[in-house]
């Protein structure tokens, strides 16, 4: 089973500096998409990012990017200049790739990001 | 991207009771996917539907969970006997036509009582 861990529970950043968020993951796969799903407090699950396990190039979304480190089991996201809007728990999720069948998410526990102005 | 709705936005129940929360997608899926997030909680997988199938559950997906797609359309999870621990976020989800993005509904929140 794959496991997914974020160790920092809440960051604070101030407006327009950058942060970055850590998440690590545990599996044995090799074919497998990782994720950053953002949460405001509407509660919505808004999809942020994305990265497949087979690309060597990190994904860049406007102001938010990865650093994924593949040996390491390593999947960080960097949100540059930082915006109030941005204030949300942020997750990261691990999905493992089958022909055929539903692919489910596995989340971390989320990490409370708070953008100070 | 194509959207996912989610009704009631907030149902309150009894304990014991029975409650069927539904999700309506835009346009034809055929792989949807229910969490369930405890508040304070992470996300967590419940069960993926393809088909008119149940494609694969998680432990927590035990019987007093069912899913159905009733009408072709919508895409309903009912609950057969609340208990206090079933109080939670449930979002339905839909992929992408990749097949490899899942894009989440605003959620229920089940407040059971």
């Known amino acids: 089973a794959q496991t997914v861990t974020q160790s920092q529970p809440e960051m604070s950043v101030q407006e327009a500096e950058t942060v970055t968020l850590s998440c690590t993951y545990d599996?044995?796969?090799?074919?497998?998409?990782l994720f950053w799903y953002k949460q405001p407090p509407s509660r919505q699950m808004i999809l942020v990012i994305r990265?497949?396990?087979?690309?060597?190039q990190n994904a860049t979304e406007n102001r938010f990017s990865v650093n994924f480190q593949k040996a390491a089991k390593s999947f960080s996201l960097k949100i540059s200049d930082s915006q109030l809007g941005d204030t949300a728990m942020y997750f990261c999720?691990?999905?493992?790739?089958?022909?055929?069948?539903?692919?489910?998410?596995?989340f971390g526990g989320g990490t409370r990001l708070m953008v100070k102005p | 991207e194509p959207e996912v709705t989610q009704t009631p936005s907030h149902q309150v129940t009894q304990m014991g009771q029975e409650v069927i929360l539904r999700c309506v997608p835009i346009?034809?899926?055929?792989?949807f996917y229910w969490y369930r997030q405890i508040l304070g909680q992470k996300v967590e997988f419940l069960v993926s539907?393809?088909?008119?199938?149940?494609?694969?559950k998680s432990e927590i997906f035990d019987d007093q969970f069912s899913v159905e797609r009733p009408d072709g359309s919508n895409f309903t999870l009912k609950i057969r006997s609340t208990k206090l621990e079933d109080s939670a976020m449930y979002f339905c989800?839909?992929?992408?036509?990749?097949?490899?993005?899942?894009?989440f509904g605003p959620g229920t929140r089940l407040t059971v009582l």
């Open positions: 599996t044995s796969e090799s074919n497998y998409y």
């Open positions: 990265q497949e396990a087979y690309k060597q």
């Open positions: 999720a691990f999905m493992k790739l089958r022909v055929n069948a539903g692919n489910m998410l596995t």
């Open positions: 539907f393809y088909n008119n199938e149940i494609s694969e």
């Open positions: 346009s034809n899926h055929l792989y």
């Open positions: 989800a839909k992929v992408d036509r990749g097949g490899n993005e899942q894009f």
